[in-house]
Nanobody, 114 residues
Framework: QVQLVESGGGLVQPGGSLRLSCAAS????????MRWYRQAPGKERELVAR????????NYLDSVKGRFTISRDIAKNMVFLQMNSLKPEDTAVYYC???????WGQGTQVTVSS
């Protein structure tokens, strides 16, 4: 059974940092690209970051470039999203995804507010 479980969300002040984690199970993790998406209230879900199977290739939403970093630990079946210099507009539910498998986590709430 394919499963993705996110953690690490929370409330942070503008300029702060959070590190999201996603634990993957039920599939051969190293064979699949992984992605982080987010969805803010009243808005469509958007792709935030993507990482290739090896972790060598990454892509980011323009508005998070230079602030967010996606990474993966193949040995631990984990994918991470390090978020620095957070802004109020980063407030959203963040989802981990293995798109080829149409697999999604339950999401973790990130709120950036003073």
């Amino acid at each position: 059974q394919v499963q993705l479980v996110e953690s690490g969300g929370g409330l942070v002040q503008p300029g702060g940092s959070l590190r999201l984690s996603c634990a993957a199970s039920g599939f051969t993790f190293r064979y699949y690209d992984m992605r982080w998406y987010r969805q803010a209230p009243g808005k469509e879900r958007e792709l935030v970051a993507r990482i290739s199977t090896t972790g060598i290739s990454t892509n980011y939403l323009d508005s998070v470039k230079g602030r967010f970093t996606i990474s993966r630990d193949i040995a631990k079946n984990m994918v991470f999203l390090q978020m620095n210099s957070l802004k109020p507009e980063d407030t959203a539910v963040y989802y981990c995804s293995a798109p080829t498998l149409n697999a999604w986590g339950q999401g973790t709430q990130v709120t950036v507010s003073s």
